[in-house]
């Protein structure tokens, strides 16, 4: 096994923390206060994102891997030999594994993560793992404007996006389609994007997968405050603010929010916002999407759909796109 300062960041991009609190006080600032969704996954916050993917009322991430366990194979073929495969948000690389097994002699795999920490036990165990896979991994905020760095793009063979976990649904439908014009820029023509994303269901489904019974989604959102009062220098008060998830059926997304409970002030570093009771902080969205509705996103990103697999339920889908 490697130590890990012996595993190299290719690149290193890692935002800081003034960075962070730019992001906190523009988004406090506004008049439907809100935070990006990536400060949800600090340390702690990846731990009980975890622990959420464990519940038996969260689908999304059993459901993927269901597919991806069964339909890897397949999905190998579509790809190819000789692929790169550039994973933005790469996490724990848990879904990567399915592909890296079946696919036939891929030039490397680049994992984009936005914790060092994360990223380098994540490459440490896939050194150990396969041992002949090239591994570049980038210590970035992928969300951002991304360039990888020359020893990635020198990698020969034709590039694949890999973006699980429905990830794109945290962005609204003309963010997203931004981002797959980004990630077409990223592959180049003949290249691929494999890509997993929620569906339309029952809003029920949704309530219990996002406010589930035992509080972990309740505990995950609001480690989010515990972060900015830590790394932000904020004094958020954690009672005084509560968790609620809602489908928002007009829209097709589920909203997370956090809500004041009482009128306050809180203190961000050397700015203060005003809270009403009942106003609320906007952390995260995930829109959902039908088939079609998906597919036509992908076409006007000049992706051309090559095959999609759901699952028996149809809770979830996960997409091959080619770059025309």
Same mark, same amino acid.
């Given at each position: ?28 600032? /506004? ?47 579509? +790809?190819?030999?000789?692929? #790169?495969?550039?994973? $933005? =948000?790469? =996490? ?19 994992? *984009?993560? +936005?914790?060092?920490? +994360? ?27 991304? &360039? ?33 014009? /980004? @990630? ?14 929620? #569906?339309?269901?029952? $809003?029920?489904? @949704?309530?219990? %997968? ?5 509080? *972990?989604? %309740? ?31 007009? &829209? ?5 929010? #956090? ?6 002030? *809180? ?8 809270? /009403? ?15 079609? &509705? ?13 095959? @999609? ?12 796109? *080619?770059?025309?």
């Amino acid at each position: 096994m490697m130590e890990q300062s012996q595993l190299p960041l290719v690149y290193d991009y890692e935002p800081s923390a003034n960075h962070i609190l730019k992001e906190v006080l523009v988004g406090l600032s /506004k008049s439907q206060k809100s935070l990006p969704p990536k400060l949800l996954y600090d340390q702690r916050g990846s731990e009980l994102f975890e622990d959420i993917c464990r519940l038996p009322e969260y689908y999304p991430t059993r459901t993927e891997h269901e597919i991806l366990r069964t339909r890897a194979p397949e999905m190998a073929e579509f +790809i190819g030999p000789n692929a #790169l495969i550039i994973e $933005p =948000g790469s =996490g724990s690389g848990e879904k990567i594994r399915h592909l890296l097994k079946e696919l036939p002699a891929p030039t490397g795999y680049v994992p *984009v993560e +936005i914790s060092r920490e +994360i990223l380098l036990r994540m490459t440490e165990e896939l050194h150990d793992e396969f041992p002949d896979l090239t591994v570049l991994p980038v210590c970035a905020d992928f969300t951002q404007e991304l &360039e990888l760095p020359l020893s990635v793009d020198a990698q020969v063979g034709k590039k694949i996006v890999f973006f699980p976990g429905s990830t794109i649904g945290n962005l609204s439908p003309a963010e997203a389609l931004a981002f797959l014009r /980004k @990630f077409g820029k990223l592959v180049g023509t003949g290249g691929g994007l494999l890509i997993g994303v929620d #569906l339309k269901k029952d $809003p029920e489904t @949704f309530r219990l %997968a996002y406010d589930d019974p035992a509080g *972990v989604t %309740a505990t995950f959102n609001l480690n989010l405050l515990e972060r900015l009062n830590r790394e932000a220098a904020a004094a958020f008060d954690l009672q005084n603010f509560q968790h609620t998830a809602f489908y928002n059926e007009a &829209e097709g997304r589920v909203e997370m929010h #956090l809500v004041s409970s009482v009128d306050q002030l *809180v203190r961000v570093n050397q700015t203060v916002f005003r809270f /009403k009771e009942g106003e609320t902080i906007h952390t995260e969205n995930s829109y959902k999407y039908t088939t079609d &509705e998906f597919c036509e996103l992908g076409a006007k990103a000049k992706f051309k759909i090559k095959k @999609f697999w759901t699952d028996a339920a149809e809770l979830f889908c996960v997409y091959y796109f *080619v770059r025309e």
